[in-house]
């Protein structure tokens, strides 16, 4: 898939530093812009390409961020991605920031090879957020009901182990390494599991699985 990256935040300089450094590393195009608006004034080669957009919080305020968050979400179709960078731990905002749509948060101490860590694992589908995080915060949606036990019996009992890791907050290299088996072969699982449970993504697979699995093992 052709991805752009967008680095938006009010520190240019930094940003295009942190621009440069994840196009060397990633191998995607990325591009410091200032505002969000920006990000969708692009033109007919950046058109069609997946966006991740990576919203920096230095000297935001939560209600600030919020409402670029909401600006992503009103523009973005459903091939892009928002992850915010320089979180300042403490401020408990996170709930809010995954309700609304935020698939990965980067701490203002988290070192650049960490950021490329979570961007790649962005771009591959996962989520880059802490596991105490997921496990606190996965929002509740009235779109993922509670199953019976033969409903739930769709999923193998490899896809269940694996359903119950991801619930957990583990990315793929982990559930590999758990497992002892290949990251492609956890993405072809996962691949198959979203289609029997009917969820779009890897936070509403966690959250059926904690409503649908962890009474039933």
């Known amino acids: 898939m052709a991805w752009i990256i967008y680095i938006v935040g009010p520190c240019r300089v930094n940003n295009e530093l942190l621009a440069a450094f994840l196009e060397a590393k990633v191998g995607k195009k990325c591009v410091a812009k200032d505002f969000i608006d920006d990000v969708f004034d692009f033109d007919d080669q950046e058109k069609y390409k997946s966006k991740l957009v990576l919203l920096d919080c230095f000297a935001k305020d939560p209600e600030r961020l919020f409402l670029e968050v909401e600006s992503f979400r009103r523009f973005i179709t459903d091939s892009g991605l928002a992850a915010v960078f320089n979180l300042i731990r403490g401020l408990k905002i996170e709930k809010e920031l995954v309700e609304r749509g935020i698939r990965g948060i980067f701490y203002a101490n988290d070192y650049p090879d960490k950021i490329d860590r979570g961007v790649r694992a962005l771009l591959e589908g996962e989520i880059w957020i802490s596991r105490e995080i997921l496990s606190r915060f ?47 072969t956890v993405k072809s699982h996962l691949y198959n599991i979203y289609k029997k449970i009917k969820v779009a993504n890897r936070l509403e697979a966690a959250l059926w699985a904690k409503k649908n699995l962890y009474n039933q093992t």
């Open 138 to 184: 996965i929002p509740e949606t009235e779109t993922v009901q509670r199953l019976s036990a033969e409903e739930a019996s769709v999923l193998s009992a490899r896809e269940s182990e694996i359903l119950n890791l991801v619930a957990q907050g583990a990315m793929n290299t982990e559930i590999a390494k758990a497992l002892y088996i290949s990251r492609h």
